[in-house]
């Protein structure tokens, strides 16, 4: 009985945990695999924290890329997450450097956490540092 209990228990816990996957699995925004090294000797407003900017990496991926400290960056798709692609669909970074913002329909985005107002999310790529004078973007 006690076994029946434990599985009856274990399956509940299963069926209850959910991933927020509404937010992550973004269909407007195509997940294309990169790699794409920063020198930051050559990109020097990266090494200045909580000065953000947008880089495009050789394929055309851009990217939302800020330094947090010398150890932690933050880096986001640089395409409003709740829109199809399109002329107006980039993200700027406003002046209060610590958000994006959609100029077609003036959704905001927090660059340190990548949640706004809609319904998806910014969309993050994971950050490596490689030194002092490097960084590495992927996902």
């Not at 195509?30 to 790699?35: A, G, M, T």
């Not at 407003?45 to 495009?56: A, E, R, S, Y």
């Amino acid at each position: 009985m006690k076994n029946f209990l434990f599985y009856l228990f274990l399956v509940g816990l299963l069926i209850g945990c959910s991933g927020d996957s509404v937010r992550n699995n973004n269909p407007y925004i195509p997940s294309y695999n990169f790699s794409y090294v920063i020198n930051l000797n050559l990109n020097t407003p990266l090494t200045i924290p909580v000065n953000p900017v947008i880089v495009t990496e050789p394929t055309g991926i851009s990217m939302m890329v800020m330094k947090i400290t010398d150890t932690d960056y933050r880096a986001w798709n640089a395409n409003c997450p709740n829109q199809a692609i399109s002329s107006c669909s980039r993200l700027i970074i406003k002046e209060d450097k610590v958000n994006a913002k959609c100029t077609c329909e003036n959704y905001e985005y927090s660059l340190f956490t990548g949640v706004g107002s809609a319904k998806y999310t910014m969309i993050p790529y994971q950050v490596e540092v490689l030194g002092s004078d490097s960084i590495r973007i992927f996902n």
